[in-house]
């Protein structure tokens, strides 16, 4: 099983409306959760840190529950900037390596 | 320039030859990573370095070496390249072992034929 599970996709969204997706991480002992944010053929880069009262940058929103060992992003009034693959990542003490899903592809649509 | 570069950004090799991958950070982050990217698996572990002459391997280490003998490089070698390691490599740097605060560079995107 991977350790980080994401549905790819794509998420077409129109511009100006929301769009969320989850990802699920399967080992219980992850300590750290992320989302970054990767542009076709370039490196990833942060985009928030999760935690698990939740937190929220601008029209980003994410999302944790440790219970049902998932992590949610929420993206507000899209634009088309926001097209892109947002990789879900969960850190583990003792693994000593950042575990990263396949993504979510959105593309946002005029 | 600060930060964290990767050289070269595009690289075509022949199986069986030997290639170097490098890269250099300006930061004196004592953790540096090598990932490999493909359709289908996401980015995944090859080698990690705590500090100078120290490494370990990732999740997916076979076919590759690395070295660290200073601080601000880790040069990536495919000591007998193979077509199954035509991916993109993205180097990492960091202050800390918790997920924070990783920063990528910007990738070499190596073809074996």
């Known amino acids: 099983r991977k350790e980080v599970e994401q549905d790819p996709g794509p998420f077409n969204v129109p511009e100006g409306a929301t769009v969320a997706f989850n990802c699920t991480y399967s080992?219980?002992?992850?300590?750290?959760f992320f989302w970054y944010r990767q542009d076709c053929r370039k490196e990833p880069k942060l985009l928030m840190s999760v935690y698990s009262s939740g937190n929220e940058d601008g029209r980003f929103t994410a999302q944790l529950n440790r219970a049902s060992q998932y992590i949610s992003l929420l993206i507000r009034d899209s634009k088309l900037s926001d097209s892109a693959t947002y990789l879900c990542?969960?850190?583990?003490?003792?693994?000593?390596?950042?575990?990263f899903g396949k993504g979510n592809q959105v593309v946002v649509i005029p | 320039d600060a930060g964290i570069t990767q050289s070269p950004r595009y690289k075509i090799t022949e199986t069986g030859r030997q290639v170097t991958l490098m890269c250099h950070q300006t930061w004196s982050h004592s953790y540096m990573f090598w990932y490999r990217q493909d359709l289908g698996h996401g980015l995944r572990l090859i080698y990690y370095?705590?500090?100078?002459?120290?490494?370990d391997k990732g999740e997916v280490p076979d076919g590759y070496v690395v070295s660290r003998s200073k601080t601000e490089n880790f040069p990536l070698t495919l000591e007998s390249a193979t077509r199954s390691q035509t991916s993109v490599y993205f180097c990492?740097?960091?202050?800390?072992?918790?997920?924070?605060?990783?920063?990528f560079g910007s990738g070499t995107r190596l073809t074996v034929v």
């Open positions: 990542v969960a850190w583990t003490r003792g693994n000593n390596r950042l575990a």
């Open positions: 990492a740097s960091s202050e800390s072992l918790t997920g924070y605060g990783y920063t």
């Open positions: 080992n219980s002992a992850s300590q750290s």
């Open positions: 370095s705590a500090a100078a002459d120290i490494t």
